[in-house]
C-alpha cells in the first residue's frame, strides 16, 4: 500500500518511517515529504504530488501547532490546519484516495464533566482549536472515505513536546512552576503510529478519539517525566510547584478538562487505549541512550 505522509519532519511523521522498517507493516510504502517538499496549503503542490505518487491513502501529520502564537498568528494557523486539510479532502476525491487526519482535543473547551465523546458539541476556546475544528469539518462534509483522529498531549523522543520541555528546564532551573487543573490525556507518538498503520489495513470511515491512559494533569505528568528521567540523569530542578491556570496566563486559553472518551475506538477496533506511563518509559530511555 502506497501512503503519503504529510508533516515529514515532525512527531508522527518520524515515528510512521520508523515502524515500517517492522515485519507487520513492511509490507506499506510511504513517502513523507517535508514542509519544504510539500507544504499542504499549496493546493497546486498538493495536486503534484499526487500525481507522481498516485497514494492509497494520507495521513495529515501536518499542523500548525503553536497554540499561544496561533492568537496572533491566525493566517498561519489557518493555512495549514483548515486550507491544508482543505486542499487534501479536495485531492483525495478527486483521485479516489482515503484520507486519515490527525485532529485535537483543543476542539473542545473543557467545561463537560465527564470524558468527550466524538459527538459531543464543539466550542474551541483558542485560535488553534478552532483551525482544527474547522479542517474537521471540510473533511467530514467533503470526503467519502475518511478518518479524523483526534488525540491529546502527544509526545516522543523526536520533534518538539512537553516532555522534551520539561527535561531541557530541569536542568537549567531550580524551580518550575507547573498547572494542576488542566486534566488531559498524555499519548504516546509510537503509539498513535502504530495505530495509524493498522487503519490503513483496516479501515473504518469517521471521527474517533485515540489517547493514552490515565487521564492527569500537566503537574502531574511532569513529576513523572523528572521522576523517570532522574534514573538517568542529575537536575538543577529541587522544587516543582503545582499552580492554578489563573496564576499562568497565556496568550491563548485552554480547557481545563479535555479528556477524551475512546471507547468507540475499542468498540470498533478492539484496541484499548496505550498506558502514558509506559510510553514515557520508553521515551525516557530512548533519549538517553541516545
Aim: overall charge neutral.
Amino acid at each position: 500500500m502506497k501512503i503519503l505522509v504529510t508533516g515529514g519532519k515532525g512527531q508522527l511523521a518520524y515515528e510512521l518511517i520508523r515502524l515500517t522498517k517492522d515485519k507487520k507493516f513492511s509490507h506499506h510504502e510511504i513517502y513523507s515529504p517535508s514542509k519544504e517538499e510539500l507544504n499542504i496549503s499549496d493546493f497546486i503542490r498538493v495536486a503534484q504530488v499526487f500525481e507522481n505518487f498516485r497514494p492509497d491513502i494520507v495521513i495529515n501529520t501536518a499542523a500548525y501547532t503553536q497554540v499561544d502564537r496561533a492568537q496572533t498568528e491566525i493566517d498561519c494557523a489557518f493555512a495549514t490546519n483548515f486550507h491544508g486539510a482543505k486542499n487534501l479532502a479536495i485531492v483525495c476525491k478527486e483521485f479516489n484516495c482515503a484520507l486519515i487526519h490527525l485532529s485535537t482535543d483543543y476542539i473542545f473547551d473543557g467545561s463537560n464533566k465527564q470524558s468527550y465523546i466524538e459527538t459531543d458539541p464543539v466550542a474551541p476556546l483558542n485560535i488553534y482549536g478552532e483551525s482544527k475544528w474547522q479542517g474537521e469539518e471540510y473533511i467530514s462534509r467533503y470526503c467519502n472515505k475518511y478518518i479524523i483522529l483526534r488525540v491529546s498531549a502527544v509526545f516522543g523522543s523526536h520533534g518538539n513536546n512537553f516532555v522534551k520541555t520539561i527535561l531541557k528546564l530541569a536542568k537549567e532551573r531550580d524551580n518550575l512552576s507547573i498547572v494542576a487543573d488542566q486534566v488531559t490525556c498524555p499519548t504516546p507518538a509510537a503509539d498513535i503510529a502504530r495505530i495509524l498503520l493498522l487503519l490503513c489495513d483496516n479501515p473504518q470511515w469517521g471521527i474517533f478519539n485515540y489517547c493514552g491512559a490515565p487521564a492527569t494533569n500537566w503537574y502531574q505528568f511532569a513529576e513523572h517525566i523528572i521522576k523517570e528521567a532522574s534514573q538517568y540523569d542529575t537536575f538543577e530542578i529541587k522544587k516543582l510547584n503545582n499552580i492554578l491556570t489563573c496564576e499562568y496566563p497565556t496568550p491563548a486559553k485552554r480547557p481545563l478538562y479535555s479528556v477524551l472518551n475512546c471507547q468507540k475506538f475499542k468498540t470498533t477496533f478492539g484496541i484499548e487505549q496505550p498506558s502514558w506511563e509506559l510510553g514515557l518509559k520508553n521515551v525516557i530511555r530512548e533519549l538517553y541512550s541516545a
